[in-house]
């Protein structure tokens, strides 16, 4: 009996307390919360406020919060102070929101009255791929978002349709997709806000015009400031973009201004992808530097850029420039440059250290260019220069790199090592002479892809996986070159109608000479010793074979005397245990 009062006690209390929830359910989760900690604040709406971090209210937790148009409500319900002038705005402010994993935190449309949410703290809003945001502003205009903290959302503020409004002093930090978001939204100013370790710290997506983004922290993500497809006449000032893969970045983009940042430890400190008429000025790049793609029209660059320190030399076209063209360079960018001289600089952890792009009949002698992030000397789309005496180590991608339709160039007389991808890489290309470079302790000592009728000779390519490689590229000379202690000494795959001759490549830890689904190349004169096998064919016809010292195709050639393959050797070992076996049956048995 006892036990059946207590369950029918119990019941009752679960019926009352059901009862209180469901009495305030239409409170907790209404799209007009009401704000408990309805304070009146003095300060005017106005554009010459103080952001005062240091001095926050108690926050009250309040549900999520969405206004569609409906301002007066939400005055009336307690969720904003307010009449939405601009001397008495709407204000939402000192609350904290848990967004449960779906949906934004706060979410305002259709708005076109004065309005600040301030001092709120959001967070947990929806993910991918419905994502929310902390705060989410469509079709609004006349909005102020100040000294909020959106962390820990899918979005920490994002804007559509939206123009003429501030998001300052914001902390959007931690948020899984973006830190700032906007997409069509012009006239709208993003100053003084945090946002680091995002995906993306500060993102225009998509015809965002006529913005102001200055003063901002976008640190630690993989793209700090970005600005995607016709976002045009924006201005990009007195930010700090450090740490990202990409600093800040444009793409399809024209019209902006980028000037007083500090970009620095990025990949790439600033990158125009096809992006024109850009102003790029006073910014500051350590360990990093510029890049482009496709951007080279009408570019306004100058020399107070630093790239460590060092001016930033870009010249576009310019001919007859010289080493008085270049003091104490940071970084040199040539476009469509001719007869230029550029000597005996220390272009060092750049992004790229020396950038040619359209340029023909230059010469680069003499230059150190190690540690860039990038690549120490970069060629795209130029002919007939001459790259010579030049010192490339330790740089993130390739020491000296001749990339897309650079024809007839020379190569010669370079130091490539300790590269992180290979020392000398062609591709693309087609008539160059790449001879007499010491390439080695790089993956790929010389690297030539999709690329013909080129002379790769006398190079030294020594200590790499790859001593030198051919991939789809065909009518090239191979000669002359040596290529020892690789993993694999010379390698072709892909590749027709070669000639590689007179080539030493010895000792390497698998193969001399690798041919793969390679067809219809002379391989004779060459000489191949000590490698675990000498010459290996994989999926090959029509590939001739001569004079290869000792090492005649079907020979591998031990690490010992260079005579007896691999193979042949297991299999004298083998006979060799069956025999001993044999003998020592036959001993027991007589």
Known sequence: MYGENKMKSNAKSNLIIMGILFALLPIITTNLSYNTDNNNKSLNYCDDFTLDKNNLKTLAVSGKIHIDNNWTAAEAAGICTGNGTYSNPYIIEDLVIDGGGSGSCIMIENSDVYFRIENCSVYNSGGYPNAGAGIQLNNVTKGKLVINNCTSNAYGISLYDCNNNTISGNTVDNNNLNGIYLDFSDNNIISGNSADNNHYGIYLDSQCDNNNISGNSADNNHYGIFLFDNCDNNI????????????????????????????????????????????????????????????????????????????????????????????????????????????????????????????????????????????????????????????????????????DNCDNNIVSGNTAINNYWAGIGLFYSINSTISGNTASDNKYGIDIWHSYNNIISGNTANYNSYGIYLEDSGYNTVSGNTANYNTYGICLEYSGYNTVSGNTANYNYRYGMNLCESNYNVISGNTLIGNDACIVEDNCVGNEFSDNGSCTYGDGGSKGDGTISGYNLFFLLAILSVAVILISKKLKKG
């Open 236 to 403: 990009i000032s007195g930010n700090t973009a450090n740490y990202n893969s990409y600093g800040i970045y444009l793409v399809y983009s024209d019209y902006n201004t980028v000037s007083g940042n500090t970009a620095n430890y990025n990949t790439y400190g600033i990158y125009l992808w096809d992006s024109k008429n850009t102003t790029i000025s006073g910014n500051i790049m350590n360990e990093c530097g510029l890049n482009f793609w496709r951007s080279f029209e009408e570019l306004n660059i100058d020399t107070t850029n630093l790239v460590n320190g060092k001016p930033l030399y870009y010249y576009s076209n310019d001919v007859n420039l010289g080493p008085a063209n270049f003091i104490n360079a940071g970084q040199v960018i040539l476009v469509n440059c001719s007869d230029s001289l550029i000597s005996n600089l220390n272009v060092s952890y750049s992004s790229n250290g020396i950038s040619l792009y359209y340029c023909i009949n230059n010469t680069i002698s003499g230059n150190t260019v190690d540690n860039n992030n990038l690549n120490g000397i970069y060629l795209r789309y130029s002919d007939n220069n001459i790259i010579s005496g030049n010192i490339a180590i330790d740089n993130a991608n390739y020491g000296i790199f001749l990339f």
